[in-house]
């Protein structure tokens, strides 16, 4: 059955970085790829990039270009995101999913087919 | 901020059929394929349709996506109770680098 276990939550100051990690376990972590959507309070989704589990590459939502890093560490099956320059409109859920992308019928395709429970991070003076 | 228009809330009484809009344009909804998500209340987002029509195992099939054209639609027939949830879609937008995007989302209500 295939899991992702995040890290617990964070309390950060305007400035700061955060760390979030997301295990994986159950498939072949570098068949997939791991995406990150975050989530403020009461508000909607919004995806922030996601990374090949396969070779690491990335590729970030152009609002987060310079703030956001995501890695992998396949020796442990574990995908981190660290957004620095923490703002307090940064305080969301951040969420790790599963990402899928590929080819079908000559059109690209990309979903989430798993998703980690979220890890709360609040950015407050 | 989000570029894939969907109604506020959408409600019904079990059983009923409700279906829920997803507007958006030709770099998103209208080159690429359409994707849905049910999130409900207080646990993490749940992919309920991915290409625009197909339901991964384990989704009820009262559950259907369409697309046509720069929109989209989701329903839900037969209305149950555990329903009621917020829903999204979303879709691959080409006018930006990275940019997969998220509908505003739709609050379904089981009356």
């Known amino acids: 059955q295939v899991h992702l276990v995040q890290s617990g939550a964070e309390v950060k100051k305007p400035g700061a970085s955060v760390k979030v990690s997301c295990k994986a376990s159950?498939?072949?972590?570098?068949?997939?790829?791991i995406s990150w959507v975050r989530q403020a309070p009461g508000q909607g989704l919004e995806c922030m990039g996601w990374?090949?589990?396969?070779?690491?590459?990335?590729n970030y939502a152009q609002r987060f270009q310079g703030r956001v890093t995501m890695t992998t560490d396949t020796s442990t099956n574990t995908a981190y995101m660290e957004l620095r320059s923490l703002r307090s409109d940064d305080t969301a859920v951040y969420y790790c999913?599963?990402?899928?992308?590929?080819?079908?019928?000559?059109?690209?395709?990309?979903?989430?087919?798993?998703w980690g429970k979220g890890t709360t991070v609040t950015v407050s003076s | 901020q989000s570029v894939l228009t969907q109604p506020p809330s959408a409600s019904g009484t079990p059983g009923q059929r409700v279906s829920i809009s997803c507007s958006g344009s030709?770099?998103?909804?209208?080159?690429?394929?359409v994707y849905w998500y049910q999130q409900l209340p207080g646990t993490a987002p749940k992919l309920l349709i991915y290409?625009?029509?197909q339901r991964p195992s384990g989704v009820p099939d009262r559950f259907s996506g369409s697309k046509s054209g720069t929109s989209a639609s989701l329903a839900i027939s037969g209305l149950r109770s555990e329903d009621e949830a917020d829903y999204y879609c979303?879709?691959?937008?080409?006018?930006?680098?990275?940019?997969?995007?998220f509908g505003t989302g739709t609050k379904v209500t089981v009356l």
């Open positions: 999913a599963r990402f899928l992308s590929g080819t079908y019928l000559l059109d690209y395709y990309y979903y989430m087919d798993v």
């Open positions: 159950g498939y072949t972590f570098t068949s997939y790829g």
């Open positions: 990374i090949s589990g396969y070779n690491g590459n990335t």
């Open positions: 030709s770099s998103n909804i209208g080159s690429n394929y």
């Open positions: 290409i625009n029509d």
């Open positions: 979303a879709a691959w937008d080409d006018s930006l680098t990275g940019r997969y995007v």
